[in-house]
């Protein structure tokens, strides 16, 4: 895998924004890395429009087209955001993200990313890919910053009612994912729990950090919500309903504290000539909590690199999105992933089967 | 209730400082509220030399006990911020936590307030104060601030494992505290689930849905992670554990944006200077977010109002839960409760009952 380049088909189509995020993201990639190469997956004709439109930033995209670094990949179809994830499924065999899925399912490329409608590209990744044994359902795992570094939390909503044994594959799978996109090789691994004042977790929570610290991973123990942003373990896994929540709820709080933070540098002449003061420093703490620079989650346990972007994602946010998509594939994830699957959890193989 | 003043018991022992804390908060509260009247629980000759060596900031405390509105009531014992809940209920029978809900049950007081021990405080109520009829469990409720006031959410770790009967109870029980101490006749009810892009929830979850529609709460219906802060609803319900990891989560967010803003306006002399410029602003900021004003989480479904304050709370936080009490109190949060719940269980009393 690492004689030929590493290719990463882009689903271009999907996200509020499309073409205009992705391909100038796709531009700044390729620059970035040399050694990686893209599948653009769409509307061939409004790819070349587009290229013909914005000549200047597009000039790096047509080089790597002539020079075989980029290809194209004619999709008719385009999931829509708000459709049924069954419906798309079904109905949208000949769309970009499909395509874009299937190129990683044939070996033309080692991983795919999009923007697009979550629900659909869990469901048809599931239904292309396959799931690893021993996996019943891909969770979704993102990076959040903190004092030091970044956590992965996962699940972040595809499993909302988890078994122990779905939550020891998390920790399996976040600290293989951990490893290869932030090369660490022994990533700490904490389970997502209450205070200890309070009733000790629930009893699907006890029984995971049993199976947690019976594996063979580098488990730290129960961690609690203020260790997310705290930074104590690399990994963090929970349930994907609390996942959510912790993440929606830290993205409501960000906004509501940047709004304060206008606000109140806006109040009066003499706040905004304090904002013009401050202006260097607001930024530079605006870039340290950058969310653009975490985008790019990872649905894990699939047969395949499938990454999400968000879909009001913009153009830095997107190539992170991609170089998350690229590290996972040069570095192996999934086979790290599936060897890391028997050794630990063959003892819960036929439990999980059963259930 | 309104002929006579309306008493609070204060376990004056309990959190991180202890009577460095309360008594200001209490002298401060009794100035500010000339209605209200205290019963100060704990070592009475550590309150008394606390009164003594700090003869400037006491006189308030001083007059307000000469005058019969301020009684001291004498507990031997504290509760430990890390004992046992099972523990402590056994053995503290003389603690400053025990007598200040004691003092509820005897109707010398109308509401208590304690910075102790969380769990103690919940298995000493529960035990001491019992239960409303079909509650099964306290539930904690505290007020998160929002661009738009403040939203209430419940329960934040006392109930782990929710049947969809208790989501409507809190639901119950945080619509009669928001209404009572927020001046808000009919608060409207968010149920806490994730997004539509994925799985619509869990089971649980669902079925709570369809029980707070049929109720004759003002139910908004669901709302996300991003809502809490956004303020979308006056009152959001959820499951202990999704609550204690959605208020953790914030917690740890929000001393990582202050370290972040700290560190960026302390890095070098020009933004040093930059924040001697926005002091004021960053000061103003501050006072928005500013979490004591928000102290005071209140223990509903007892027979009896419990407010628990944070451990780590100063003055002017505890004096926010003092407040809490109060109003609870005055304003008849229990009678409102229990009032609302037969009307609305009925049809779910059995079920509760059998589970």
Chains 1, 2 share one sequence.
Not at 47 to 56: R, S, V, Y
Request: some cysteine.
């Amino acid at each position: 895998m690492n004689t030929v380049p590493v290719a990463v088909a882009v689903d271009v189509m999907g996200g509020d924004i499309g073409l205009d995020t992705t391909l100038p993201a796709c531009a700044s990639f390729l620059s970035a890395q040399p050694l990686a190469a893209l599948r653009l997956v769409g509307d061939q004709a409004r790819i070349e429009q587009w290229l013909q439109q914005h000549a200047a930033s597009a000039s790096g995209l047509k080089l790597a087209l002539n020079a075989g670094r980029v290809s194209l990949v004619h999709a008719e179809q385009v999931v829509e955001m708000d459709e049924a994830p069954a419906a798309a499924l079904r109905s949208k065999r000949r769309s970009s993200m499909r395509l874009a899925i299937e190129a990683v399912r044939d070996g033309e490329a080692s991983a795919c990313v999009s923007a697009g409608n979550t629900g659909a590209l869990m469901a048809i990744s599931r239904f292309v890919l396959k799931m690893l044994d021993g996996i019943d359902r891909p969770a979704i795992a993102t990076y959040l910053p903190t004092r030091q570094g970044a956590t992965l939390m996962l699940d972040l909503g595809a499993n909302v009612d988890c078994e122990p044994q779905h939550l020891l594959q998390f920790g399996i799978m976040g600290s293989a994912l951990y490893s290869v996109q932030m090369n660490e090789p022994r990533p700490t691994v904490g389970l997502l729990n209450i205070g200890e004042e309070l009733l000790k977790g629930n009893e699907t929570v006890r029984q995971a950090a049993e199976l947690l610290r019976a594996s063979s991973l580098n488990f730290y123990g129960n961690v609690e919500g203020t260790d997310l942003y705290a930074g104590t373990t690399h990994v963090v896994v929970c349930d994907g309903f609390v996942g959510n929540v912790a993440l929606k709820t830290s993205e409501g709080l960000a906004t509501m504290i940047s709004a304060f933070i206008r606000e109140e540098f806006t109040r009066s002449w003499a706040s905004k000539l304090a904002g013009v003061a401050a202006m260097a420093v607001l930024k530079r703490f605006k870039h340290r909590v950058d969310h653009r620079r975490y985008n790019g989650a990872c649905l894990v346990g699939l047969r395949g690199v499938v990454v999400k972007s968000h879909g009001s994602a913009d153009a830095l946010a997107f190539e992170s999105a991609l170089q998350r998509a690229y590290d996972a594939a040069r570095y192996g994830l999934v086979e790290r992933i599936a060897s890391g699957l028997p050794k630990v959890t063959t003892p819960l193989a036929n439990t999980a089967a059963q259930a």
